[in-house]
Every structure is written in C-alpha cells, then in structure tokens.
C-alpha cells in the first residue's frame, strides 16, 4: 500500500511540479473522476467526460458535514499531456482524419479520445458502509478512465476543416503583410526580428494586431458579417469544445479503507461503463451547441468487502443498472439519476439510488452543487441530500 | 543566423519543406527576402491545411535565390482552457526546416530564431526562422 501510495503522489506531484509556474485556483480544473465515483464522492455516479485536463485538483466542499472544513480531495492526471507524441498535429489531436496534406472529405476518428486516458486519486473521510451506523473511515482511491468510442454530429467535421480553412486563409494574410508592407512599424518589426530582439517583436506585433485583423479579414458568406483570424479562433474554440452525440466510456478504480492509524485494507474493486448522448438544444445550424439534452446509460460491477448482510459484514459482488437525464444550459445543469444495486446471490441487497442534482458554474473552477433525493441503503430508503461547492485549489496538503 | 550553400546553378533546383510538431492549429509562409526580409515576389512555400507542414517544395534554382534570406513564419494556435496545458504544449513545440540539393545537401535546422507567446497565455504564437542563402 505504502508503495501505491508513494507511485501516485509521484506521478501528482510530477504533473503538479510540470505546471507549478501557472498553477492557481482559478485555474484549474474539478475532477469527476473514477477515484471520486468508486467512493460516492462524486454528485453522480454515470458520468461522462469532458475536456480532458492536464491536472485537475479540487475538493468538494459539503456544507452538511459539520466540521466546516472540506473532506473530499481529488487529483487527476492526463498522461497524454506528458507524454506529448512526437507525430502530433491538430489533426490526431482533435480526431479529424485526413492524410498529411489532404485538404477534403474530412471525417472524426471515433477512436480518438481513447488516447487521453485518465488517472486520478481520492481521498475522503466518510461512511462507506451500507448500514446505518454512522462512523466514518479514512478512504484513499485511485482510478482510471477512458473514452473509448465517440461520434460527432453530421457535419461537425465539415464545419471544424471549413472554419479552419478561413483561418488559414486571413492567417496568410497576415503574414504577407509582415514581408511587404513598407510603413514605419512592419519595418521596425523586421529589424527586431533579424536583430533576434523578441521583446520588441512581441511588442509591435501587439500593436499591429489590430490592423492587421482588420485590414485582411474577410466576409462570412452565410451571414455577411466580417469576420478576423481571432473572430475564427475562437469559432473554432467553440466547436471543440462541443460535446460528441454518442460517447462510450470505460472507467476502473480501487478503494482502501483506512483502520486506525497504520492499517488499511481493500474496500472496493469496481469497473464500469457509461453510454452518453448529447443531444444538442441550440438550433442554430451555424452556433457551435452549447445547451444539451443528455441521456446516459450506466453499468457497474462491484466488489465490496463491506457488504452488509443482516447483521454481518462480508465481501459481497454488487451489479449497478442505471441512468441519467440532464438538461443543461450553459452555467446551469440539472438533472435526475437511478441506478439499481442488486448484489450476486442476495436478493435481500436489492437497493436504489434516486436522485436529483442541479449545478451552477459560478466561475471556471467553481461550481455550487446541490444532489437530494434517496441514496443506496439496506432495508430502507435512505434520504440524501447535499449541497456543496466544488473548486479547484493549489496550495492545501492532503493530510490523512 | 543559419546559411546554406545553394551554389551557382542556374539548373538546379532547391527545395525546403518545413515540419511543424504542435497539436495546435497552425499555418506556415516561405518567402525569399532582400537583407531586409522585404518578400521579393509571391511565397516560395505554404503550408496546406492547419498542421501548418509545408511539403517538400522547389524555391527556386540556385542561381536565381543565392544572396536572398529565406524567410519563413509560422503561426499557432493552441487550444483549450486549461492554460497548464497549453504552457505544456508551448514548451513542446518542435520546428524542422529542411533545405536540399544545394551543395550543403540535405541539411536540418531544428531551432527557430525567435519563438513568441504573443499574448503572453500560450494561445497565440508566433515562430521565424531566416536562412541565408549563399552561392559558396
């Protein structure tokens, strides 16, 4: 276990150290991940993923735990971005497929979020056992994540290479300019450059800017308003940032419980998988789709060495079916899931999670979330509600 | 500043093709420039789509280019708004100019001249390399 422990905060304090020179709170990122879901430390437990980060850490705040000091810390780690493949190119990094100078007939890869695989650990103070006692445990998880299918709307290739294609073409442009235009900044910027003086460059690169985009931009065709190099980037930001139709995707993660001081032991073992669609709300045709409709499938095994049986605890194998529907409207999120838990060979185990959750995102890295409704419980309907606020942060140590 | 050995040859034609290694989307021009890296005619090299790769290309026979700087920018565009990994990616960016058939051969550059974060959050970014083409 020590050993885990030591491999993982590696490789966090790796990702940490890589970044360090950015890292603040407003800039990173609340994970969702396999670690917080195997623990219930996460609003929901079909999940899909979003953009995937670099390094995300973050901790939800319950405003019902009492102690007023938050419990749930989760750090997630994207190897990709470490690794950074040689033969990258936006292309393979976006899924679009083509040959190397292949300008047509573009097409996603469904293929291409399987590389960015996910790590992620947890750590949390909470009940994990199904009865009603009410004593907490010291819980570490560690997961894994990967989406390993996913697919675009019809003409979302088309789109992304069309607005591409504008920004190269403004983009020429712009340097053209820089070789032939005769006025007293493009001149002073020249010297700069074979001066080597990236300084000044920087500077009046700054100040033309704004002419430049200006004086090269070009006619939107379908909507005759003039549109720049940057107007096109962030078009482009836009369509990345688009969630896929269909996502399938795989997740796995272990969880040791901590008794007393010095001991910990296995908790729970789990692998699953969720069906996403996305269903855009946005009509139209040009807007890249910001609001969806999105309805999930989910299904999860488990091994649980806490199961609880009448008035015995042992190792139990439980099988999660559920599913999720949510509505969201760029910064709110609302939505209902249910997932049934029956456990193998114990039909007396049978129990269901209901619930409601909305989200608000108040910034980037900060979200307020409330979930109620009725959680897994043995016997009875448990009554669960929560409400809390997610954020990103930099400087806190875990200490467990 | 690099050189490169084209030679005297009015027949023989030089290429360059130009590798760029981001994940951002980017775009790449070659010109042939007087020592004041003013384009003397069109561009010599563009990259096609936004890979911002230039493939190889003839710039023209030695003779008529020797004494020019050949002059290429690149521009890139990072996405995403998780700025760590955009710095990432900013500190990962490989160039490879590639020059042939002159008499230094095939030679490779890999070091841009200058390399700018324009906005100064890794999202816009500016890379030159000048060559100075000479005849011996």
Known sequence: MKQLLCLLCCISVAGKVTAQTVLNTDKLAVPQSAATRLIDASQTLTGTSGTPKAFALGLLQSFDNGNGWPQNYAAEITPYWLISPANRNFYNYVGLDSGRFKTSNWKTNPFAAAKFVSLSIAFANKNMSADSANGKQKVFSIGAHVTLLRAYRKNYAAGLSANLQRWIDLDKAVILRQYTDTSLLYRQYRQARLRGDTATMRSIRQQLDKKDQAAVSGTDQQFQHRVTADSLTVAIEKQLNEKPIFQWDVSTAYAAYGVGDSTWKAGRTAVWTSVGLNLPLNSRADKSQLNYLSVAMYMRYMYDAYTQHKKEVGPGNAIDLGGKIMFEFDPVSFGTEYVHRSYTGVTALKSQRFVGFINYRITKALYFSGTFGNDFGFNKARLFSALGINWGFGNEKVSF | ?136
């Open chain 2, 1 to 136: 500043m690099n050189t490169y050995k084209v030679g005297a040859s009015a027949t023989t034609p030089i290429k360059l093709s130009v590798d760029v290694t981001t994940r951002g989307f980017a775009d790449t021009r070659a010109f042939l420039t007087d020592t004041e890296l003013v384009a003397i005619g069109p561009s010599v090299g563009d990259s096609t789509n936004a890979s911002g790769d230039i493939a190889p290309t003839i710039i023209g026979n030695a003779a008529d280019i020797s004494g020019r700087y050949l002059s290429i920018t690149t521009h890139i565009r990072i996405t995403g708004t998780d700025i760590i990994a955009r710095q990432l990616e900013y500190t990962r960016i490989k160039m490879l100019y590639i020059i042939d058939n002159g008499i230094d051969g095939h030679k490779e550059f890999n070091n841009p001249d200058t390399m700018i974060d324009l906005n100064r959050d890794f999202t816009k970014i500016e890379i030159t390399k000048d060559i100075l083409l000479t005849s011996i």
